[in-house]
Each structure stands twice: as structure tokens, then as C-alpha cells.
């Protein structure tokens, strides 16, 4: 009998990554999976329920790279909000374009219905940390509840701008996803710029360019 190969999360990450884009589907079965990548399925089990599991901690992983880099960055770490999550996004759209192939193919089929997604749950989980950790500031209101609402329109806010780029990324064929770069510059700016209430023209310049480029929110 073969040898069985040592597993880990991360093994199991890239085998089924591996699986979907050679055969455009998901595996029929865990035990054909385990079978096919040579590993007991009892270790499947002792780090994922289900493939939809696996899905989940795919973009979480993308996620939790990202940070890693951002803060092994002494730079990084001199950086004001708004530069920390200019830093993030491009840091991010780079881990997605280097696995495009898979991004698209388990979201192209959702395109449209992007923030209901169960998929991207865990990255949405820790997204969110991460803009609390921000620090970013809004208006001084003497109310805990109004706060806590601003807080959670922040939140929010932020999670539908970064569901906006990526829907953006997907329909992106320019070189090296130029007009990517500049759609997360000036979304990122704008969005700074009307929370401390500065002229509207990073508004308008914003909505130039997604006039131009034609882009539509996903429901």
C-alpha cells in the first residue's frame, strides 16, 4: 500500500484549488478527493466540514497574507489610515491577480450577488478587524448610540467598497489591471475625503470615472 502524504490546512487548501480548475467542478466526494491527493480522509475532517469550508478559507487565507506582509512593513506601520488601506487594497488585488484563475472561477458564477455571498463570509469577518484596527476617525458625537451606529455604517461602508473593486477587478482587461489601481486610489481617497467632510471633488472625479468605465453595483 502506498505511503499516505503528511496533510496540512494549507496542503488541503492547494489541493482542491488544484482540483477545481483542472476539472471545473468541485470534487464528487470527499472520499474521492482524499483518494486522489492520497491523504486519510479522517485529516480532511480535522480541519474542514465540507468543501464550502474550504471555499471560506480560501479568501480568508488571501486575507490573512495580505496582513502578514502589511505588517512585517516597518513602512507600513509609519502609515495613516487612509495610506494602511490604500497599502491593503493593492497588497490584496495582487494576492487575488496572482490566483485570478481560481478567484474568477468561484465567484464568476455570484458576479451579481457579491455581498450575500457565504463564501466570502470569513474574509468579510476579518476585513472588518481590520478596519476597527484602523482607528479611522469620524465625527465626535457625545451619544454612545449614534456611535455605535456611525461605527457600523463604517463598517459597512468599507465592506461594500471593497466588494465594489473586486466586482471591478473581475471585468477588468486592461495591462496589469491598470484602471484597477486607479479605481482603488480614487474610491479609497473619496471615501476619506467625505468622511472629513473636504469639497466633493474626489466625489464627482470618482463619478467620472465610473461613468466612463460603466461599472454596475452588484445587488
Known sequence: MAKKNP??????????MEYVLEH??????????VKAN??????FYEHFGS????????????FDNTVLVLNASEEYQLFDARNKLL???FTFFE????????????????????KGLKVLSELKKGFIQYINALDIET????EERINKLQRRALQESAWVQLLLTLKFWMDDS???????????????NTSFDVLNITPLKSVIDLGKFLFKEKIQMPK
Open 24 to 33: 471545473g467542478a468541485q470534487p464528487h466526494s470527499v472520499y474521492s478527493f
Open 95 to 114: 494576492n487575488l491577480t496572482a490566483n485570478r484563475s481560481y478567484v474568477l472561477f468561484a465567484l464568476k458564477q455570484h458576479q451579481n450577488t457579491l
Open 51 to 62: 468543501f464550502e469550508a474550504i471555499e471560506k478559507q480560501v479568501f480568508k487565507a488571501f
Open 7 to 16: 496533510i496540512s490546512e494549507q496542503n488541503i487548501i492547494s489541493y482542491y
Open 38 to 43: 492520497n491523504f486519510e480522509e479522517s485529516k
Open 87 to 89: 497599502s491593503f487594497y
Open 174 to 188: 486592461s495591462p496589469s489591471f491598470e484602471k484597477t489601481d486607479i479605481f482603488i486610489e480614487k474610491s479609497v
Open 139 to 142: 465625527l465626535d458625537i457625545q
